[in-house]
């Protein structure tokens, strides 16, 4: 372990006078070294992907019912058990939610590795251990919308936003949250969901990794001793982030929504810290955004038991630079198409999400806007200019399945003008990884520029096809790379 001998001295030493002194002096940052090292000792193995269940996680928190006190809160709609996991004998409370939105599972996966390092012992965290102990109670959601979660979708078995019922309570799932919040009456709230991959650092291309927000508890936005203990920790927190993500870590929108719990809870007391997990280039799975959370969390946790969060202001908060939602997949800049008989420079932006399926999901791409895109980002940019725009053609021969189609066949149907293939024996919305669109034989090819359209065409130059746009993905036809590409049968 990477805590030093003089930390964890330092802190054995405060905590022999009595908890209140060790709170008052014991403010020492935790480096980066030491978060990182506990997260890799800590890490809860048996979660590997973003897509887990409610039942994956039941033995999960069972694990934990010795050190901690696990209490059923209720219900969801369809009768799927919510529980919290209670920790700590301190007089500052602190309450942490997550999953609200049931598609949002970054923070669920830090807080089981959390918890972990909350039981541990014997490892060279006791110090520290014992000191969040001694000042904190402890209250964790994991996961608040089961229904949603099953489903791996943002709204629960009522299609309700969960995030939106925080006054009529119609869901089962927001009267839990509210009684848990009004019963334990915490004095800080971690508000815990994950935001889209395109929000970036506004008028950046750097992906807003992180973004957070102390919720406005009124239309004025105004600022009480409650906002400002959470906007002060968020600084705290953000000082951190900048280590692990320079640039990368952005404020989210205060306005003031009357309908949801964030901004509610503000309202009620607590002070409330939203963190919203965004994206990270090359973690699909958002694993390195997971341990980002854990070592924030558990940092913030430190700030509060010390009150630490009281050396930062509220100016080092809006310091922080506000959202953005400019970045694409990808873009074609000055690529020609033909209307009328006459070619026009266009760019095109364009972004792939995600639909559920049995086989876990796939991509669907879509042009999401035309035209001078250059106030947008892109995760791949390519330069267009003096490439025009060909439609695809669909091959003539049948395939009996996926699995006769190589690699190497579809590269050779590309260079030749071949946009699709029919399979007879395949089955709808099965995923697979072609770079080509796969038809069932009684499906038609879609090839489209425009708005809204399925962005699936070839670029030439002097009529030699050298790029192949395949449900949003860029094929280099002369220099082909290996990428992940979750297409499905159409």
């Known amino acids: 372990m990477k805590i030093t001998v003089r930390f964890t001295l330092f802190l054995v030493s405060i905590l022999s006078f009595s908890p209140d002194l060790a709170a008052q002096i014991a403010y020492s940052k935790i480096t980066v070294e030491q978060l990182e090292s506990a997260y890799e000792a800590f890490k809860e193995p048996a979660i590997t992907h973003r897509r887990f269940k409610h039942a994956d996680i ?24 919510i529980s919290s996991m209670n920790w700590g004998d301190g007089k500052t409370k602190v309450m942490l939610w997550s999953q609200m939105h049931g598609n949002e599972s970054t923070a669920t996966m830090a807080l089981f590795d959390l918890f972990n390092f909350l ?248 042009v999401e806007d035309l035209g001078d895109m250059q106030v947008f980002f892109g995760f791949e940019t390519l330069d267009a200019t003096g490439l025009h725009y060909i439609e695809g053609k669909v091959y003539p021969e049948s395939f009996e399945s996926i699995a006769e189609i190589s690699g190497e066949k579809v590269l050779e149907l590309l260079r030749k003008g071949f946009m699709a293939v029919k399979v007879k024996n395949a089955e709808a919305r099965q995923v697979h990884d072609l770079p080509i669109l796969v038809l069932k034989t009684t499906e038609k090819f879609s090839s489209g520029w425009m708005t809204g359209s399925s962005p699936n065409f070839f670029l030439s130059k002097e009529g030699v096809l050298k790029y192949a746009v395949v449900n949003g993905y860029l094929i280099d036809l002369e220099n082909p790379k290996k990428q992940e590409i979750r297409n499905r049968v159409f």
């Open 58 to 81: 039941q033995p999960l928190i069972q694990k934990h019912s010795v050190a901690f006190q696990i209490e059923k809160l209720g219900e969801s709609v369809a009768g799927k058990s």
């Open 119 to 366: 039981e541990g012992k014997d490892d060279g965290y006791e110090a520290l251990r014992e000191l969040l102990k001694n000042q904190l109670s402890l209250k964790f959601i994991p996961m608040l919308n089961p229904d949603g979660a099953d489903a791996f979708k943002r709204r629960n078995n009522l299609d309700i936003d969960l995030n939106r019922d925080a006054i009529s309570q119609i869901s089962p799932e927001a009267v839990i949250l509210k009684k848990a919040r009004d019963d334990f009456e915490p004095e800080f709230g971690f508000n815990l969901h994950d935001q889209q991959i395109y929000y970036n650092v506004v008028n950046t291309p750097k992906q807003a990794t992180i973004s957070l927000l102390a919720p406005a508890y009124n239309y004025k936005t105004e600022i009480n001793d409650v906002r400002g203990r959470a906007m002060q920790t968020i600084a705290g927190m953000n000082e951190l982030l900048q280590e692990l993500i320079p640039g990368q870590v952005g404020k989210y929108d205060d306005a003031f929504e009357p309908r949801a719990f964030g901004d509610n809870i503000q309202k009620w007391g607590t002070s409330t810290i939203l963190i919203e997990s965004g994206g990270y280039l090359g973690d699909p799975e958002k694993q390195e955004i997971r341990k980002i959370n854990f070592m924030i969390i558990l940092n913030a946790l430190h700030q509060i038991a010390t009150q630490g969060y009281e050396q930062y202001t509220t100016d080092q908060y809006f310091a922080i630079p506000d959202n953005g939602f400019q970045l694409m997949d990808l873009i074609i800049n000055e690529m020609q198409v033909k209307v009328d008989g006459t070619w026009y420079p266009v760019d095109l932006a364009i972004r792939r999400r995600e639909t559920e399926n049995a086989e876990g999901y796939f991509m669907s791409g879509s």
